[in-house]
């Protein structure tokens, strides 16, 4: 995978030296990409003319010294009347090492004559030392027929050094004053994984006052990442301070987010399985190929991942979304579900568009976090590519519910009797609390509509605890889980606002 414009570049001008005659660039910014193939270009001794056709302005020249060379190939022609193929037929007629650029190949390439016209140059480019250069969107996918024939480069996300060349220059252009080196650090970290021209544009907009709002830069960042099928960036603010309990699992997310190499971002894929369910007997090879897409991303990047196992509504997700939070860094939601398409090999490009952002966000250094209610149908090798462990997060403890209780009392100022909660997973608690505050509800009259996950799937629950022990890692407690059959606490506990839970004797008749 090509990582930075120098790699890019050079790439290119390898392909020219050696007279490769059909070249596809997926690029998010064409006219960045215009202006690097000039770069390349210029390796050489002597530019070469070099023509461009788009939908709406034909063919015309891209520098005023192949001015002569359009007015040759058109002919009698006007610029305007060239279509898709007859751009390909008038550039049978381009002179030796010349180059044609052609504007969202993507859009026209599947028609039987775009098809035919690109196939139709291979040779005769070949000979001449001319070339195509189809300028396609990231993760465009080449018809059958042109894909042994046409080279593929992806264009690479800007650098940190291109961005900040882009703030400076931003900054020069809006007549403010050479931004410190604080502000500079902020802009990038807040532009790391755009192209050019949204970096540009997000960046102006932001300039508030005639300063960065760092704040508005990265809702606007989140706004474009979004717009990749997949992906998605968590807004919520929670960190290991709203979630109670699990406290060995956010211990050790602690060490990991202070250790060396740091994750810059998180990357959430929610219930895991539901993805990955059938790889073994998936005929079309989709989610097999997805799967592998995955693992090789995973080694080359050397990226770390945890998944966490154990019942709904146990805090796992909630969990991996509190771990950016506490660091401070993005959490960005990998929906794989939301790349699979019908069309042979888009879900794979929609998956390396989505590792490719990623990775420029990042800068390499990413944490996947991986939630799963059935670790069974997961592949083992996707498994044991999360090299930090798998964590067991079983029905929270008297202890950790008391916990618990108390953040969601204090979140929705209600107190009183609690309920009966043995057997109740945080995310019950939270709604026994949140039902009290909206209905105007006791805690008690609450609970009546509360169906704790440990009885609606007690078969499911019990399975998944036996399964999981001397197994998997307990997010409760060091070392690994260990399941024991517990006898349910009698009582009642009570708690008002800023007193200590306690634990209410048994009443006279049920002594």
């Not at 998944?307 to 939070?325: D, E, H, L, M, N």
């Amino acid at each position: 995978m090509i990582r930075s414009m120098e790699e890019f570049a050079s790439a290119f001008h390898a392909a020219r030296c050696v007279s490769t005659p059909l070249v596809a660039v997926r690029t998010a910014d064409p006219a960045s990409t215009t202006h690097f193939v000039i770069e390349a270009l210029k390796q050489g001794c002597e530019l070469p003319p070099l023509l461009k056709w788009d939908v709406m302005r034909g063919l015309y020249a891209v520098r005023k010294d192949s001015t002569d060379e359009l007015a040759r190939v058109l002919g009698d022609r006007e610029a305007a009347t060239v279509g898709p193929a007859d751009a390909l037929l008038l550039a049978q007629q381009l002179c030796e090492d010349g180059l044609l650029l052609y504007t969202n190949a993507h859009r026209f390439w599947n028609d039987p004559g775009v098809m035919q016209g690109i196939w139709n140059l291979r040779d005769p480019f070949k000979a001449t030392g001319r070339m195509l250069v189809l300028l396609a969107a990231p993760g465009a996918t080449l018809p059958a027929e042109l894909g042994q024939d046409v080279l593929v480069l992806d264009e690479p996300l800007p650098s940190t050094r291109h961005h900040e060349q882009i703030v400076r220059e931003t900054f020069k252009a809006a007549e403010l004053e050479e931004p410190e080196r604080c502000v500079i650090d902020k802009a990038v970290d807040a532009l790391i994984g755009l192209a050019a021209f949204p970096a540009e544009q997000a960046l102006a907009m932001s300039l508030v006052k005639r300063e960065l709002d760092a704040e508005d830069l990265w809702e606007r960042k989140r706004q474009i990442i979004e717009q990749t099928p997949g992906l998605s960036v968590w807004r919520g603010g929670e960190t290991f301070e709203d979630i109670g309990g699990v406290e060995a699992v956010k211990n050790f997310l602690r060490a990991v987010l202070a250790g060396v190499d740091s994750p810059r971002v998180i990357v959430f894929i929610d219930e895991i399985e539901k993805a990955f369910a059938g790889t073994g007997t998936d005929l079309s090879g989709v989610k097999t190929e997805m799967t592998g897409t995955i693992l090789t991303f995973m080694q080359d990047r050397e990226a770390d991942g945890v998944v966490f196992i154990g019942p709904a509504g146990s805090a796992k997700s909630a969990t991996a979304k509190a771990t950016g939070g506490t660091a401070g860094i993005p959490t960005i939601a990998f929906d794989l579900a939301a790349m699979e398409s019908s069309l042979v090999g888009a879900s794979t490009e929609r998956l390396r568009t989505a590792l490719k952002i990623i990775d420029a966000v990042s800068q390499g250094r990413m944490l996947f976090i991986a939630t799963c209610n059935s670790i069974a149908s997961l592949p083992p090798e996707l498994r044991r590519r999360f090299t930090l462990g798998t964590f067991f997060f079983d029905l929270p403890t008297a202890e950790e519910r008391e916990t618990i209780w108390r953040i969601y009392l204090k979140k929705y100022d209600v107190s009183g009797d609690l309920p009966n909660d043995e057997g109740w997973t945080g995310a019950e608690i939270k709604e026994c609390a949140r039902k009290a505050h909206r209905l105007g509800m006791t805690l008690a009259e609450a609970s009546r509509y509360i169906v704790p996950v440990s009885r609606s799937a007690a078969e499911q629950v019990k399975a998944l605890r036996q399964m999981a022990s001397g197994k998997f890692i307990s997010a409760s407690t060091p070392g690994l889980y260990r399941y024991q059959e517990e006898i349910a606490a009698q009582g009642r506990r009570v708690i008002r606002r800023n007193e200590p839970l306690t634990l209410l004797p048994p009443s006279k008749s049920q002594a």
